[in-house]
């Protein structure tokens, strides 16, 4: 048997799912529509007539979901790094600290230039 049945298998049984899911969603969901729920959400915030052409999108939202993926980033080497702590020796604590430090300093950055501040 070729090796990569399985995956093949596998990715056409999460195709049939997505599919699945689409259409029964589309099947099953209510048809009421009204000018509120066709409208685009944006945390609560009444969304004001937009320029033609577009307009300026405050960097903000970009950089607080940037800063939240670096730190859950951050996170997941540090889980691991921790259950093997012990393997890992004076090399793991010396290459874990200088990761903390590297995300410290970028961390130290941001919160000086403001980044962390929502106006």
């Given at each position: 048997?070729?090796?990569?049945?399985?995956?093949?298998?596998l990715?056409?049984?999460?195709?049939?799912?997505?599919?699945?899911?689409?259409?029964?969603?589309?099947?099953?969901?209510?048809?009421?529509?009204?000018?509120a729920?066709?409208?685009?959400?944006?945390?609560?915030?009444?969304?004001?007539?937009?320029?033609?052409?577009?307009?300026?999108?405050?960097?903000?939202?970009?950089?607080?979901?940037?800063l939240?993926?670096?730190?859950?980033?951050?996170?997941?080497?540090?889980?691991?790094?921790?259950?093997?702590?012990?393997?890992?020796?004076?090399?793991?604590?010396?290459?874990?600290?200088?990761?903390?430090?590297?995300?410290?300093?970028?961390?130290?950055?941001?919160?000086?230039?403001?980044?962390?501040?929502?106006?």
């Open positions: 048997m070729n090796a990569s049945v399985p995956i093949i298998v990715g056409l049984i999460a195709a049939g799912f997505a599919v699945f899911s689409v259409v029964a969603g589309t099947l099953a969901g209510p048809r009421r529509y009204n000018r729920k066709l409208d685009a959400y944006e945390c609560g915030i009444e969304p004001t007539p937009q320029p033609i052409g577009g307009g300026r999108f405050p960097v903000k939202y970009y950089l607080t979901a940037m939240f993926i670096i730190f859950d980033i951050e996170i997941v080497f540090l889980y691991p790094w921790a259950v093997a702590f012990d393997q890992l020796g004076a090399f793991g604590l010396v290459e874990m600290v200088l990761f903390i430090g590297t995300l410290g300093a970028a961390y130290a950055y941001v919160w000086r230039r403001g980044g962390l501040e929502w106006d």
